[in-house]
C-alpha cells in the first residue's frame, strides 16, 4: 500500500510499527502500535533463541491490543532498523491463519515522512501541538478475542530439513560473515538486504525477485526455504517472495524456516543431526 492510500482510508487499518521500540517512542505514524518482533520471540525449552510465542500466547498478546482475526491490518518498518521486522510481522499473521487482511506499507516510515504525512512521539511533541490527529481510534485499546488457526505449512523444522535434503533449495539471508563462519547445507547464500531496493527501502517487486533467483541459481523446481538466525530477516525474505508470488505464479512455493540457523545447532547438538 502507498502513503497516500493509507492516508485516504486510514480509520480502516489497526497499524503496526514493526521497528524497535526505542524508535517507535521517537517517533511513529499516528496511531500506530508498537509491534516489535523482539517482544513476541522467546528462548524455548531447548534453549533456543527468537522463538516465535505460541498461537495461543500470540492469541492472548493480540487481542490485548485490541487485534482480532478478522481485523485488518497494516504493517510498516523501515527494513534496516527493524531487521526486516514488518516481514517477520507479514508472516506471522499468516502462520496465525489471520483471516482480516493483512497489507504493508510500501517505502515504510521513509516513504510515510517523505511525503510529508504527519508523525508523533517524542522527537515531534513539539511540533503541531493543535493539529487534529489523523487517526479516528480509540486513545484507550479495547480488548478482544483473538481465535487462531494455525497454518504450520509455511514454517519448518530441523529436523524436516535434515531429512529431507533433496526436497527444498535452502537460502540463507544472513551476512556474509555469518554465511562463512557456517551455513545449512547445500544452501544458496542472497543476503536479505537484497529483498529491497532505494531510499525507501522497498520490497523488489516480481519481476525482481524472479531474476534475483534465477541470478543465484536458484533450483525454481524446489520450495524454497528462507533461513537466518532466526527466522526475522528470513521473514522478510519469505514476505518479498509472497507478494511477487501473487503476480508470477510460476515462482516456487516457500517457506520462512523461522528456528533458523539457532535451532539446527540446537538440534544438532542434542540429536546428533
Known amino acids: 500500500m502507498e502513503p497516500h492510500q493509507l492516508k485516504e482510508n486510514f480509520s480502516n487499518w489497526i497499524i503496526l510499527d514493526a521497528r524497535p521500540v526505542k524508535y517507535w517512542e521517537k517517533s511513529h505514524i499516528s496511531g500506530a502500535i508498537s509491534f516489535s518482533w523482539e517482544n513476541y520471540t522467546t528462548i524455548d525449552s531447548n534453549n533456543i533463541p527468537y522463538r516465535v510465542l505460541s498461537p495461543e500466547q500470540m492469541a492472548e498478546a493480540l487481542g490485548k491490543l485490541g487485534i482480532s482475526a478478522e481485523s485488518m491490518i497494516l504493517i510498516y518498518g523501515d527494513a534496516d532498523k527493524s531487521w526486516g521486522g514488518e516481514g517477520w510481522g507479514f508472516w506471522l499473521f499468516a502462520w496465525l491463519g489471520h483471516k482480516g487482511e493483512v497489507g504493508l506499507l510500501k517505502g515504510g516510515i521513509q516513504a510515510w515522512e517523505r511525503s510529508k504525512f504527519d508523525l508523533t512521539g517524542r522527537a515531534k511533541e513539539s ?38 535434503p533433496d526436497k527444498y533449495q535452502l ?102 543431526l
Open 171 to 272: 537460502v540463507d539471508t544472513r551476512s556474509t560473515i555469518e554465511w562463512f563462519k557456517g551455513h545449512l547445507p547445500d544452501a544458496v547464500h542472497i543476503p536479505w538486504e537484497k529483498f529491497f531496493k532505494g531510499r525507501d527501502r522497498s520490497p523488489l517487486n516480481a519481476e525482481e525477485l524472479k531474476s534475483l533467483l534465477n541470478k543465484n541459481g536458484l533450483n525454481m523446481e524446489k520450495t524454497v526455504v528462507y533461513y537466518c538466525t532466526g527466522g526475522i530477516r528470513s521473514g522478510y525474505a519469505w514476505m518479498v517472495h509472497e507478494l511477487a508470488a501473487l503476480k508470477l505464479r510460476e515462482l516456487p512455493e516457500t517457506i520462512n524456516f523461522e528456528g533458523g540457523t539457532a535451532e539446527w545447532e540446537a538440534v544438532n547438538n542434542l540429536n546428533g
Open 127 to 164: 511540533l503541531d501541538k493543535d493539529r487534529p490527529v489523523e487517526s479516528k481510534k480509540k486513545q484507550s485499546i479495547q480488548p478482544v478475542r483473538y481465535i487462531p488457526n494455525p497454518v504450520p505449512s509455511i514454517n519448518i523444522s530441523a529436523r524436516e530439513i535434515h531429512d529431507n
